[in-house]
């Protein structure tokens, strides 16, 4: 999809710029390989503090909404607590429902490409 575009640009456009680097600094091989591997460390670095970042938001918009609902709660009387609490627990079967379909089509290809893998040798 475009994420793969978008991937394949980017690394062609990697690619583009470090001829031009080899071709205007005349690098050595072993300064192309170490120039190379430098490139990679910052990637994987990159990746990891990515990765960081998405879990520290995660937690803070969980702590967000959990904050939100127990100012909620204080507003709403014990009726409509217990209702909201019902419709919390219908999303969340909900959620998982779907989370099992997920996983259960995920499984379904997987033996799939398998089958067609084994199929092909």
């Known amino acids: 999809g475009q994420r793969m575009e978008h991937r394949r640009a980017r690394a062609e456009r990697a690619h583009e710029r470090m001829d031009h680097l080899v071709e205007e600094l005349n690098l050595t091989e072993e300064q192309q390989e170490e120039i190379k591997a430098l490139h990679r460390q910052q990637k994987e670095k990159a990746e990891v503090r990515r990765r960081e970042m998405q879990e520290q938001l995660r937690a803070e918009r969980k702590a967000a909404q959990e904050t939100m609902e127990a100012e909620m709660?204080?507003?709403?009387?014990?009726?409509?607590?217990?209702?909201?609490?019902?419709?919390?627990?219908?999303?969340?079967?909900?959620?998982?429902?779907?989370?099992?379909?997920?996983?259960?089509?995920?499984?379904?290809?997987?033996?799939?490409?398998?089958?067609?893998?084994?199929?092909?040798?």
């Open 73 to 121: 709660m204080k507003i709403l009387t014990p009726e409509q607590q217990a209702k909201f609490a019902e419709m919390q627990a219908e999303r969340d079967a909900k959620r998982q429902q779907h989370l099992e379909r997920q996983i259960e089509r995920t499984e379904q290809r997987l033996q799939q490409l398998k089958e067609e893998q084994e199929g092909g040798n």
